[in-house]
């Protein structure tokens, strides 16, 4: 299994909010290390969704955020729409092992 | 515009050998750090190697490290994993992914572009 812990699947009905948990341990989320986030299209390459735990890159609409609280991190959407129908992945560094962990991945449904 | 294209995958037996490449262009690729990132089919993705922009970093995931090596050529644009003793277990989609350093609480790094990915099969 995966070293950051994701629920494997959400869904929600158009213009609806959901959210994404990301939970990690002393080594990684809880060490201080920030967490990232990422989207990925059926067949496709993942594509950076949230940076330093918040931020989004340039073409991001603000309705998709993210927050970290000791070990976990979440990723939110507001406003559901069909075309959020993904797979979602976080992202941070864990110390004991030295390397970069992602989570199990979340497929979210847009019911 | 940051590009990133993925070659070299392909079927290969048990304990063969095989080697990627990752053609980057639309940035100045010597002033960055690269990763590969796989995906198993069906699976979610994990982290196989790191590499400094100038070579003199360089990190493995545990189940790699031993039989693959990366390396890039900075003079051609250019990043690669050298892949020995596959094992079924390495069938996946490899990704090169550019990797951005983020001075958080702790410096940590995060990607901010992907290639599509090339497949490798490992299968007698």
């Known amino acids: 299994q995966s070293v950051l812990t994701q629920p494997p699947s959400v869904s929600g009905a158009p213009g609806q909010r959901v959210t994404i948990s990301c939970t990690g341990s002393?080594?990684?989320?809880?060490?201080?290390?920030?967490v990232h986030w990422y989207q990925q299209l059926p067949g496709t390459a993942p594509k950076l969704l949230i940076y330093g735990n918040i931020n989004r890159p340039s073409g991001v609409p603000d309705r998709i955020s993210g927050s970290k609280s000791g070990t976990s991190a979440s990723l939110a959407i507001t406003g559901l729409q069909a075309e959020d129908e993904a797979n979602y992945y976080c992202q941070s560094y864990d110390s004991s092992l030295s390397g970069w962990v992602f989570g199990g991945g979340t497929k979210l449904t847009v019911l | 515009e940051v590009q990133l294209v993925e070659s070299g995958g392909g079927l290969v037996q048990p304990g063969g050998s095989l080697r990627l490449s990752c053609a980057a262009s639309?940035?100045?690729?010597?002033?960055?750090?690269m990763n590969w990132v796989r995906q198993a089919p069906g699976k979610g993705l994990e982290w196989v190697s790191y590499?400094?922009?100038?070579?003199?970093?360089?990190y493995y995931a545990d189940s790699v490290k031993g039989r693959f090596t990366i390396s890039r050529d900075n003079a051609k644009n250019s990043l690669y994993l050298q892949m020995n003793s596959l094992r079924a277990e390495d069938t996946a989609v490899y990704y090169c992914?550019?990797?951005?350093?983020?001075?958080?609480?702790?410096?940590?790094?995060?990607?901010?572009?992907w290639g599509q990915g090339t497949l490798v099969t490992v299968s007698s």
């Open positions: 992914a550019r990797t951005i350093l983020w001075f958080g609480e702790l410096l940590s790094y995060y990607f901010d572009y």
């Open positions: 002393s080594s990684n989320i809880g060490a201080g290390y920030d």
């Open positions: 639309g940035f100045t690729f010597s002033s960055y750090s």
């Open positions: 590499i400094s922009s100038s070579s003199s970093t360089i």
